[in-house]
Nanobody
Framework: QVQLVESGGGLVQAGGALRLSCAAS????????TAWFRQAPGKEREFVAA????????YYADSVKGRFTISRDNAKNTVNLQMNSLKPEDTAVYYC????????????????????WGQGTQVTVSS
C-alpha cells in the first residue's frame, strides 16, 4: 500500500504561482510513477502531469506545458508541482496519484493506470 498526502493548494490571482506537494509513504519502493490530476466542478478528472520514479521522464498535458513543472525529491519521497502563470481555468481540486505497475507514455495519462490517490487539494485562480 502507498499513502499519498497533498498540500499547497489555495487562492491565487491570475498570473500568480502555487506549488503543490505530494508526500508518499508506505511501500514507495514499488512506485513506478506519480501523477497529478485535476477535477473542476461539473467536469471529468483530467491528467495534468506525471513523473517516473525509475527514470527522468516527465509528461504534461498540453494545457499546462510550459507553465507547470513536475519534480521529485527522492530523499523525501515527495513529488512537487510548480504552477506558474496560473489561469482561472486552472481552478480545480488537484489530486496526486501513484502507480506500482509498468506504464507507457499513453497509459501514464489515464486514470485507471493509478491505484493510489490522495484526498485532493483545492486550487482557486481568481480573474
Amino acid at each position: 500500500q502507498v499513502q499519498l498526502v497533498e498540500s499547497g493548494g489555495g487562492l491565487v490571482q491570475a498570473g500568480g504561482a502555487l506549488r503543490l506537494s505530494c508526500a508518499a509513504s508506505g511501500r514507495t519502493s514499488t512506485v513506478y510513477a506519480t501523477a497529478w490530476f485535476r477535477q473542476a466542478p461539473g467536469k471529468e478528472r483530467e491528467f495534468v502531469a506525471a513523473i517516473s520514479w525509475t527514470s527522468s521522464s516527465t509528461y504534461y498535458a498540453d494545457s499546462v506545458k510550459g507553465r507547470f513543472t513536475i519534480s521529485r525529491d527522492n530523499a523525501k519521497n515527495t513529488v512537487n508541482l510548480q504552477m506558474n502563470s496560473l489561469k482561472p481555468e486552472d481552478t480545480a481540486v488537484y489530486y496526486c496519484a501513484a502507480t506500482n505497475r509498468p506504464y507507457n507514455s499513453l497509459g501514464v495519462r489515464i486514470i485507471k493506470q493509478y491505484d493510489y490517490w490522495g484526498q485532493g487539494t483545492q486550487v482557486t485562480v481568481s480573474s
